[in-house]
Structures are given as C-alpha cells and as structure tokens.
C-alpha cells in the first residue's frame, strides 16, 4: 500500500504559478509510474501529467502542455507539478497517484483556485 498526501495548491491570480508536491510513503515509491490528475467542479477526473519510475518519460494533457512540468525525487519520495501560467480553467483539486492510478490511493488532493 502506498499513501499519498498533496500539499502546495492555493489561491492564486490567473498568470500566476504554484508548486504542488506529493509525498509519498508505504511501498517502495520509486516502482511506480506516478500521476497528476485533477476534478474540476462537476466534471470528472482527468490526467493532467505522468512521468515514468524513472523520470525520463513525461506526459501532459493537451490542456496544461507547455505550462506544467512534472517531476519526481525518488530519493524523498516526491513527486511535484510545476503550474505556471494558471488560467481560470485550471481550478480544480489537484491529486496524485500511480500512473494508471489506483482505486485505494487516492488522498485528499489539495485545492487550485485561480481567479481572473
């Protein structure tokens, strides 16, 4: 089992940036795939960036390409997504989890709301 808590989301104006940190504890983390993925307000989940066990491999979504960078430190079992240029949009809860996720660890997630 692996238990992940979010942290760094806020209140931020659009233009502005935000650095979201995942730690991670339980299971080894550097094995998995990791994720981020975010709920917007009546709408699903969706993947918003992925990156490989060992960080060579990033994925962004279409949506966040260019103004988002995922990544991870194996050594403090972290993983991280840099937000710059935030958009209204983007507003949302934010969570991480493995990549493809799974259904037991997902944590609280932590709260982007970027205001216009």
């Known amino acids: 089992q692996v238990q992940l808590v979010e942290s760094g989301g806020g209140l931020v104006q659009a233009g502005g940036s935000l650095r979201l940190s995942c730690a991670a504890s339980g299971r080894t983390f550097s094995n998995y795939p990791m994720g981020w993925f975010r709920q917007a307000p009546g709408k699903e989940r969706e993947a918003v960036a992925a990156i490989s066990w060992s960080g060579s491999s990033t994925y962004y979504a279409d949506s966040v390409k260019g103004r988002f960078t995922i990544s991870r430190d194996n050594a403090k079992n972290t993983v991280y997504l840099e937000m710059n240029s935030l958009q209204p949009e983007d507003t949302a809860v934010y969570y991480c989890?493995?990549?493809?996720?799974?259904?037991?660890?997902w944590g609280q997630g932590t709260q982007v709301t970027v205001s216009s």
């Open positions: 989890n493995t990549n493809p996720p799974r259904e037991g660890f």
